[in-house]
C-alpha cells in the first residue's frame, strides 16, 4: 500500500523559511515523479514543484526562486522536499505532497496523496 506522510509545516512570519518534507513508502517504481501542491481556502488545487527521476524539476511561476524541491531516493522509501524562503501571506494553505509513475517531470495528474500539512504565513 502506498503512503505519504508529510510534515513540516507550521506559521511563520512573512520573510521566513520552512522545509516541508514527505516521506514515500510502499512504492516501487524506477519511473517516478514527486510533487508538491497546495491549496487555500476558497481556491483551487494549485501545482508548486515537481521533480522526476532524472532530477528534472518544475516550479510555479507563483513561487520560482523562493521554493525549492529536492527528493533522496537512495533509501529504501523515497523522500521529497520542499525548501520554502522569502515566504510571503499568499503562500498560506495546505500543501500536499503527491506521486505517481512518470516519464517525465509534470505538475498534473497525481494518483497518490499525501494527507496534507498546513503553512501559515502571517504579515
Known amino acids: 500500500q502506498v503512503r505519504l506522510v508529510e510534515s513540516g509545516g507550521g506559521s511563520v512570519q512573512a520573510g521566513g523559511s520552512l522545509k516541508l518534507s514527505c516521506e514515500v513508502s510502499?512504492?516501487?517504481?524506477?519511473?517516478?515523479?514527486l510533487a508538491w501542491f497546495r491549496q487555500a481556502p476558497g481556491k483551487e488545487r494549485e501545482g508548486v514543484a515537481a521533480?522526476?527521476?532524472?532530477?528534472?524539476?518544475?516550479?510555479a511561476d507563483s513561487v520560482k526562486g523562493r521554493f525549492t524541491i529536492s527528493a533522496d531516493t537512495a533509501k529504501s522509501n523515497s523522500t521529497s522536499y520542499l525548501q520554502m524562503n522569502s515566504l510571503k501571506p499568499e503562500d498560506t494553505a495546505m500543501y500536499f505532497c503527491?506521486?505517481?509513475?512518470?516519464?517525465?517531470?509534470?505538475?498534473?495528474?497525481?494518483?497518490?496523496w499525501g494527507q496534507g500539512t498546513q503553512v501559515t504565513v502571517s504579515s
Open positions: 503527491a506521486a505517481d509513475i512518470c516519464s517525465t517531470v509534470r505538475l498534473y495528474e497525481y494518483d497518490y
Open positions: 510502499g512504492y516501487v517504481s524506477s519511473r517516478n515523479c
Open positions: 521533480i522526476d527521476s532524472d532530477g528534472r524539476k518544475m516550479v
